[in-house]
């Protein structure tokens, strides 16, 4: 079975610029959740879909915004890039979206200069 | 504000010696506690989780203890392998929130 994969791995972005990060979940898992990781902040939730809708959300601006697809497939943007918004972009996918039964991506290493 | 192990220490310890890397968690009202692996490149890997009506949860060759008291979590790993490298870091969350908080981990090098 495949696990979550994301897309890109690596993006360097310059200040003011938007992203958008995507994440395979794997087959048969509905919710996709995504995190931005720091090595100040460690992991910090940003927002979970689970059949296209959002059902939660973290304590991030409303520059970082998500969609999920009817296939699970999900997609994270981030517009007005700042510097402070590089990290690692991790998303994770579920059966039903409890943390104990999550599988995280690789993650997208997003670089903000 | 609310905060699970900020600092990020290493951790060196020699094959085959027990590991022991701990947790401070901030936030007396969560109940649900995992540790996670994270190794290099690669995303978090589930290894344990362990709930507040316990204190003590055991897997295979790891145990995670809970201490209420004073709000600690601690990961002990048996008999610590090369493979074990890695970065460990712990979360809470409170049962029915989506409220979870993460700490930022400690490395640990498995020394040959």
């Known amino acids: 079975k495949a696990g979550v994969t994301q897309t890109p791995r690596y993006l360097i972005k310059t200040r003011g610029q938007q992203v958008t990060l995507s994440c395979s979940p794997i087959?048969?898992?509905?919710?996709v959740s995504w995190y931005q990781q720091t090595p100040g902040q460690g992991l910090q939730f940003l927002f979970e879909?689970?059949?296209?809708?959002?059902?939660n959300k973290g304590n991030f601006p409303g520059r970082f915004s998500g969609r999920q697809f009817s296939n699970s497939r999900s997609e994270m943007n981030v517009s007005t890039l700042e510097l402070g918004d590089s990290a690692l972009y991790l998303c994770?996918?579920?059966?039903?979206?409890?943390?104990?039964?999550?599988?995280f991506g690789p993650g997208t290493r997003l670089t903000v200069t | 504000g609310e905060s699970v192990g900020l600092h990020l220490p290493t951790l060196s310890v020699q094959e085959g010696d027990n590991s022991i890397i701990n947790c401070a968690y901030s936030n007396s009202a969560s109940d649900y506690f995992i540790w996670y692996k994270q190794e290099s490149g690669k995303g978090p890997q589930f290894i344990i989780d362990i709930r507040s009506n316990m204190d003590k949860r055991q897997g295979q060759r790891v145990t995670v203890l809970l201490n209420k008291t004073v709000k600690h979590l601690s990961l002990q790993i048996a008999a610590t392998q090369p493979g074990d490298s890695a970065v460990y870091f712990c979360?809470?969350?409170?049962?029915?929130?989506?409220?979870?908080?993460f700490g930022t981990g400690t490395r640990l090098k498995v020394l040959a």
């Open positions: 994770a996918s579920s059966l039903a979206g409890g943390l104990s039964e999550q599988y």
């Open positions: 979360a809470e969350n409170k049962a029915g929130t989506y409220k979870y908080i």
């Open positions: 879909y689970f059949s296209e809708t959002q059902r």
């Open positions: 087959s048969g898992h509905r919710s």
